[in-house]
């Protein structure tokens, strides 16, 4: 069958990879491994015949007939599922704690345009799934598709038969989203003197772009006190990410200073991501918020073995102002899954990638932009500075990225004359800049990274590597 899930879940293009028939089946797969019933008590036992699921969604508009295959796919397996409609993954990620659920089932492709879609699930507690688990998903998937392959009067797809505890019941969430929202309102501190809400004050711009965060994210901020102006707030099923969003910043950064705002605040589709931009309108990304949180809860006491987890992409800047906050760094390869199971590992409590992915274990058990947006702009409060000031803690560094692409990876890492000329450019730049040079885990191509004080410095010598990974690959 090949390998289904990717770095964060199912994903491909709604209807075509991603189809009704492999919705149903996959739920049914994962329902099986994940849905087993957990209750510490007969009492509890009688109380929940069924293991319980939650389904959450952006507002694409493939994922209405996939919700209904995935739900249709539980339901037929026994589950009995809470139905919360268009949800942010992190609020799903956090209901399926909060309900006490066994899993989670969130149908969302991030910050791909509206084609595409995706399905990933979350454990019991509102955790990723270990690759492990995946693999006992997909290998349960393959069973299924066999199994229905070699009976001639099996459907095509689906569930057969009556489950032991019967079939699964199917509620639409009430309240449910009031529930998140008060969770990240509880998350900020009171201010000692209450002289009112924490971000009194504060004109934001926040950008939904056109996805989950659309209906939650400007109330969010209007009940923490700012006076609050949405972009990107109108999805239609067909307009996620389209111009808007953490990875097209360029409508926040116009409109914030168009409206005079003090800060902007950007989501991705499925608002697990937070970029910002000041009030000039020039962009703060993940490492320099990941710079701010760390300090301000170092300042509280709150920062666990006073160190910050990140990836190795993180720029060289943040690196510095860390060491010069004295917070340790821990680094991981990219992606969110490993920034937390570094973080669980060493018992962390904040860690994050460059692209806005902000982890806050005290708070969340995944990235939770709106999350990391109310906690920047509080910290821009409490000091009572412009943001451009409050971020000033980092400097960023020039950084440039080249990836090769068609090259033979073996052959670029059996190469004798690269390590030689990585080991020269760091000679070159010394603790005033970084190399990094690693294959790409999806496509036939080679990336290369530079880091340094001097933009043209950078160009030169990621143009030289880049330059001799063609030649060796």
């Given at each position: ?300 006491g709150r920062l666990a073995g006073n ?22 760094v821990v680094e991981t390869p990219v ?101 990094l040079v690693r294959p790409s885990g ?32």
């Amino acid at each position: 069958m090949g390998q289904l899930f990717g770095t964060d879940g199912v994903r491909g293009a709604a209807g075509r990879e991603l189809t009704a028939g492999l919705a149903v089946n996959l739920a049914s797969a994962a329902a099986d491994v994940l849905g087993t019933l957990d209750v510490d008590s007969m009492e509890a036992a009688a109380r929940r015949p069924r293991p319980l699921a939650v389904v959450g969604r952006d507002p694409r508009a493939s994922g209405e007939f996939l919700e209904a295959a995935v739900v249709a796919g539980l339901a037929a397996t026994g589950v009995d599922v809470v139905r919360l409609g268009v949800m942010p993954t992190p609020g799903v990620a956090h209901l399926t704690a909060a309900l006490d659920a066994e899993f989670g089932v969130v149908l969302s492709a991030s910050h791909n345009p509206a084609p595409d879609n995706g399905i990933k699930f979350f454990a019991r507690g509102g955790v990723k799934l270990p690759d492990a688990v995946e693999e006992q998903i997909e290998a349960r998937l393959a069973g299924l598709n066999a199994g229905r392959m070699n009976g001639a009067d099996a459907p095509a797809y689906g569930p057969t038969g009556v489950p032991a505890s019967g079939f699964g019941r199917v509620t639409d969430a009430v309240d449910q989203g009031e529930r998140y929202l008060e969770h990240l309102l509880s998350t900020l501190p009171v201010s000692r003197d209450h002289s009112g809400p924490p971000l009194a004050g504060l004109r934001v711009v926040v950008d939904c772009a056109h996805g989950a965060a659309a209906a939650f994210a400007p109330d969010l901020l209007r009940r923490a006190g700012a006076d609050v102006i949405a972009i990107g707030a109108e999805p239609d099923g067909l307009n996620i990410n389209q111009e808007v969003g953490s990875t097209n910043l360029a409508a926040l950064s116009a409109a914030v200073v168009a409206a005079g705002a003090d800060a902007g605040i950007a989501h991705d589709g499925d608002a697990d991501r937070c970029l910002a931009v000041d009030a000039s309108g020039h962009v703060i990304d993940g490492d320099q918020i990941l710079a701010v949180l760390a300090i301000a809860l170092k300042a509280e006491g709150r920062l666990a073995g006073n160190t910050v987890v990140a990836t190795v992409m993180s720029n060289l800047g943040f690196r510095h102002s860390m060491r010069a906050a004295g917070i340790d760094v821990v680094e991981t390869p990219v992606g969110d899954r490993y920034l937390i199971a570094a973080m669980l590992d060493g018992k962390y409590v904040l860690g994050g990638e460059q692209s806005g992915h902000i982890i806050m274990l005290d708070h969340s058990t995944t990235g939770d932009g709106m999350l990391t947006g109310l906690h920047l702009l509080a910290e821009a409060a409490r000091q009572g500075r412009p943001l451009a000031d409050v971020v000033s803690v980092m400097t960023r560094y020039p950084q440039v990225l080249i990836s090769v692409p068609g090259v033979d990876k073996a052959r670029v890492a059996g190469s004798r004359a690269l390590p030689a000329a990585v080991a020269a450019a760091e000679a070159e730049l010394g603790d005033a800049g970084r190399v990094l040079v690693r294959p790409s885990g999806t496509e036939p191509a080679v990336r290369v990274m530079v880091e340094a004080a001097d933009a043209a410095q950078a160009e030169r010598l990621a143009g030289s590597l880049a330059q001799l990974i063609k030649e060796v690959g």
